[in-house]
């Protein structure tokens, strides 16, 4: 189950999601909504699944390869890893839930105890820091 969950958070691929709905409109069954799967919307691959003898998965499985097209690869970070960016030259982070906020300050805090044992460096301490901070915006 674990493996599942950890196979589950990986950043999804544009690419991935768009070959698989791709091949999906070729052969119906057995990987009728396979993507929605990929994607983390098991409700939906179930759905397509269901109704794998009829034309709908096929004609929806092509539409959803040219909508992956189509978007851009910000929206579908957005929609589908949850990682948001309003400039386009910064590195991705994942959006922080309310609740997370308190794991990012007790990270501080411990990265604070390790900059007053020795073990972090000034700078190495302040680039950590605004990591963290860099989150929760």
């Known amino acids: 189950m674990q493996q599942l969950e950890k ?3 990986h950043p999804k ?3 991935v999601a768009m070959v698989i709905a791709l091949l999906s409109t070729i052969v119906p069954w057995p990987i009728a909504g396979v993507h929605k799967f990929y994607l983390g919307q098991p409700v939906w691959g179930v759905i397509y699944l269901l109704l ?4 709908i998965p096929s004609i929806a499985c092509a ?5 992956y097209f189509v978007q851009g690869e ?3 970070n957005a929609q589908f890893n949850g990682l948001v960016s309003s400039d386009p030259h910064t590195i991705y982070t994942k959006q922080i839930e309310p609740l997370q906020v308190n794991v990012i300050s007790d990270g501080l805090r411990e990265l604070d105890k390790l900059r007053k044992e020795g073990l972090v460096s000034e700078y190495e301490f302040e ?4 990591n963290l901070l860099d989150r929760i915006k």
């Open 63 to 67: 539409i959803d390869a040219v909508w």
């Open 52 to 55: 794998w003898n009829t034309p």
């Open 127 to 130: 680039q950590k820091r605004r």
């Open 74 to 76: 910000e929206q579908f």
């Open 13 to 15: 691929s544009r690419k």
């Open 7 to 9: 196979l589950l958070s």
